[in-house]
C-alpha cells in the first residue's frame, strides 16, 4: 500500500509529538501519586480516543457511505424520470407545431424547455456527485484508518507498564 505524504504525515507526526509532549509534562510536573493517576487519565482517554476513531471508521464504512450512494442514486433515477418526462412534452408541444393546428402557448413551451434544462443539470450534478463519492472513498477510508492507529499508538504508549 502507498505510504501517506504530505498533509497525512505531518499531522500524525503533529499528533504523536504533542502525545509524548503530553505524557512528558505529566511524568515531570506530577508527584508520584498524582502522576499514577494522570497516566491513568491519559490510558482511559487514549483508550476512548482508539474507540471513537474505530466507531467513526465502521459508522463511515457500514453506514454512510452507502446511504450517501443510496440516496444519490434515488436523486439520479428521479432527476432521469423528470428530464425523460420534459423531454416527451416537448416532443409534444413540436408535434403540434408541425401540423400547423395552432401553437401551444408560448409561456408553456419556454416552462417546459427551462424545466427540462434545470432537470438535466440536475442530473448532471448528481451524477457528479455521487462519482466524487465513489472516487473519495479510498481516501477517507485510508484518513479514518490512520486515525485509528493514530489512536492505537498513542493508547499503546498511555497504557501503564
Excluded: W
Excluded at 505529566?26 to 508520584?32: E, Q
Excluded at 434515488?74 to 401540423?99: D, G, M, N, P, S
Aim: charged share 25%; with cysteine.
Amino acid at each position: 500500500m502507498q505510504q501517506p505524504s504530505g498533509v497525512f504525515s505531518l499531522v500524525a507526526m503533529r499528533s504523536r509529538l504533542l502525545a509524548a509532549a503530553f505524557l512528558a509534562v505529566a511524568a515531570l510536573v506530577c508527584p508520584a501519586p498524582a502522576h499514577a493517576q494522570a497516566a491513568t487519565d491519559a490510558a482511559r482517554d487514549a483508550h476512548r480516543a482508539l474507540e471513537i476513531a474505530t466507531l467513526e471508521l465502521q459508522l463511515y464504512s457500514q453506514a454512510e457511505h452507502p446511504a450517501e450512494l443510496r440516496r444519490l442514486d434515488a436523486k439520479i433515477q428521479l432527476t432521469r424520470a423528470e428530464v425523460e418526462a420534459h423531454q416527451r412534452l416537448q416532443q409534444q408541444y413540436q408535434a403540434i407545431r408541425r401540423f400547423d393546428r395552432g401553437n401551444p402557448l408560448p409561456l408553456t413551451v419556454e416552462r417546459v424547455r427551462l424545466d427540462l434544462l434545470a432537470a438535466e443539470l440536475r442530473l448532471r450534478e448528481a451524477k457528479a456527485q455521487r462519482a466524487a463519492a465513489q472516487r473519495f472513498h479510498p481516501l477517507r477510508l485510508r484518513l479514518l484508518s490512520l486515525k485509528v492507529e493514530q489512536a492505537a499508538a498513542l493508547a499503546k504508549l498511555a497504557s501503564p507498564r
